[in-house]
């Protein structure tokens, strides 16, 4: 970009100037075009802005800290109105910082930002959610992504949860809810690492006991809940990013996991969308807030920033936070039947019947005998699951098998 302009000026520019010098081309080029714009609309030149700048920074008066703050949000707002995307703006305030850091002067956005952390990631509805869960057959795959649906939380610090914070899970079958604190990765930006209360519902605990059960077949020492079940090969990524051999039974890669979920949303029809494992985060804070639950307990629950009304003060015990997730889980749920009990004797029913018809197939018997022989078998292992009539009728309009159609009913 040409670095001619006159409100570009003095030691203050040449300062900055040589601070661009050390970014990609690109970046650079977007950092001084915001920059120029943004010195136009409020009539700067670089030497104007730092003057006003370093006045403030000596100033007794708090407010005029804030006084060029504010005009940087204010005239993000303007870009967006004018149709830029949010996150796009981001590049005024960061070339702002570049500029005064450059000249040795302090700038911080204090306050409310124009820019959240949602606004550039796409929405995902929770039928296409269900498509991309349905189109996996890994079980720790389908765990991830109930797990992150159900508890807004990054995909690093799904994948950073330890297998002990789930011993309650274990012990305890009958188990529909639990909740456990972590504190968080620490992001870009940030001053400090901040905590979360995640709340795990009847379906993310239901397939995190199918997770476990496959996970002690691997035969691992890992302190970590999810490990990989096959050696990882080493990979580049698209964006040029280098992933580094993980070997099995070894922590997984959050890295992979994003590239895995792409491939399903790939595989499923929904690539347009650009949905990525990042817009259950959004998901859930959009579904939980719909249905009333105030910002101040979705922050809690997923270990956002800003706390909303009261959050401040917001200390609960465990007790509450399942309770005010427990009032809104139908917002997130797939509606699945989730009572581990009832599920439990739906597969040992299923298990006997599929016993019982190979048995019947390898022996000599006719179809009509094959199919009268498992109706009683039916009436005898699934009262009240399905009934003869059901079953007749289903057999005698098609040739679904048994297991299918227990399948449809499960």
């Not at 349905?134 to 995909?155: C, E, F, P, Q, Y």
């Not at 188990?175 to 620490?186: G, N, S, Y």
């Not at 005010?324 to 989730?338: D, H, I, R």
Request: glycine share 6%; hydrophobic share 35%.
């Amino acid at each position: 970009m040409e670095r001619k302009n006159e409100r570009l000026q003095g030691d203050s520019w040449l300062y900055f100037n040589d601070a661009l010098k050390g970014l990609d081309e690109n970046t650079s080029d977007q950092y001084l075009k915001r920059f120029i714009e943004f010195l136009e609309f409020y009539d700067y030149t670089t030497e104007t802005l730092f003057n006003e700048q370093l006045a403030a920074s000596k100033a007794d008066d708090p407010r005029k800290k804030k006084l060029i703050p504010m005009k940087v949000v204010q005239f993000q707002e303007k870009l967006i109105e004018n149709g830029l995307k949010s996150g796009s703006t981001m590049n005024v305030e960061k070339a702002l910082r570049k500029f005064f850091k450059a000249n040795e002067l302090d700038f911080k956005i204090n306050g409310n930002k124009i820019v959240s952390e949602s606004d550039e990631i796409p929405g995902i509805t929770k039928a296409q959610l269900k498509q991309i869960f349905d189109l996996t057959g890994s079980v720790r795959m389908k765990t991830i992504i109930v797990m992150a649906r159900d508890s807004g939380l990054r995909i690093g610090d799904l994948c950073n949860l330890k297998i002990k914070e789930f011993d309650p899970v274990i012990t305890n079958p009958k188990l529909e809810f639990h909740t456990i604190e972590i504190t968080q990765e620490k992001l870009r930006g940030t001053a400090k690492r901040l905590k979360a209360n995640p709340v795990f519902g009847p379906e993310s605990l239901y397939w995190l006991r199918k997770w476990i059960s496959e996970r002690d077949k691997i035969k691992t020492d890992s302190e970590f809940l999810f490990v990989n079940v096959k050696d990882v090969q080493e990979h580049i990524q698209s964006k040029g990013q280098k992933h580094k051999k993980t070997n099995k039974g070894d922590k997984v890669d959050s890295a992979n996991i994003s590239v895995i979920f792409r491939q399903l949303r790939d595989k499923s029809g929904l690539k347009e969308t650009g949905v990525s494992i990042h817009s259950l985060r959004k998901m859930f804070k959009t579904s939980l807030e719909y249905v009333g639950v105030q910002t101040s307990w979705v922050n809690k629950f997923s270990g956002r920033k800003g706390e909303g009304t009261g959050g401040i003060y917001l200390k609960p015990v465990p007790e509450e936070l399942i309770n005010v997730y427990k009032n809104a889980y139908s917002a997130l749920s797939f509606g699945e039947e989730t009572n581990i009990e009832k599920i439990e004797s739906i597969e040992e029913q299923n298990r006997i019947l599929q016993n019982r018809i190979r048995e019947l197939e390898e022996s000599q018997h006719s179809e009509a005998s094959i199919k009268n022989m498992v109706l009683r078998i039916l009436a005898e292992n699934a009262p009240g699951t399905l009934t003869s009539l059901e079953i007749k009728k289903n057999l005698e309009r098609s040739d679904i098998t048994i297991s299918t159609e227990i399948d449809k009913r499960k």
